[in-house]
């Protein structure tokens, strides 16, 4: 960019009038992915009225740095607004795929962030880690289906996302205490 601001390209404002635009408009739009939304704020509309309408380098290459520090304020002020939409993001993910073959790296591929900030910002804003999260939500559909006999222990296990039924049967008695088995028994006991 220092390059393009250089003496020897004043000439051509106009050039360097549509960079600018298509660089805020692509920081804009990478934005929108966190939550994010400039092209909302005033203060970004009559920023960019200011590039479009700079008609020197001085003014253009001012009216830029300006903008771009207005950004990175916004951006550092509202992190945590943007960690808040990103878990609430992952969460909904987790919420409909839960019974499928998901893991923390899938869901932060699908969220376009690394799964190592995904994890990090997870445990932050929900105090627990992804993988917790997760066999909490099928535990929780696990004793729905059980309430239904037309499904057999073996099969739940499978619909809630597990192909090991030990290990669907060793999660189930560290989330309720007991066996699925035992867990149906006592629904039927209790009727």
Partial sequence: IHNYYSDDRQNDVSSMR??????????????RESGIYLSEMELFIDS???????????????????????????IRNNAVSSENHLVYKAKEYI????????SLESTASVLYVSSVYLSRIFKKTTGQN?????????????????HDPQYKVYEVGELVGYKSLKHFYKLFKQHTGLTPNEYRNNLQSSV
Wanted: include cysteine.
């Fill in 18 to 31: 549509n960079f600018n635009i298509r660089l805020l408009n692509r920081i804009d739009i990478n934005l």
């Fill in 130 to 146: 992804f993988l917790n999260y997760l066999t909490s939500l099928r535990m929780q559909k696990a004793t729905e289906l059980l």
């Fill in 95 to 102: 919420t409909q795929h839960c019974c499928e073959d998901i």
């Fill in 48 to 74: 960019m009225d200011e590039i479009k309408n700079s008609r020197d380098i001085y003014t253009l290459s001012k009216n830029s740095r300006k903008i771009l520090n207005h950004i990175a304020l916004y």
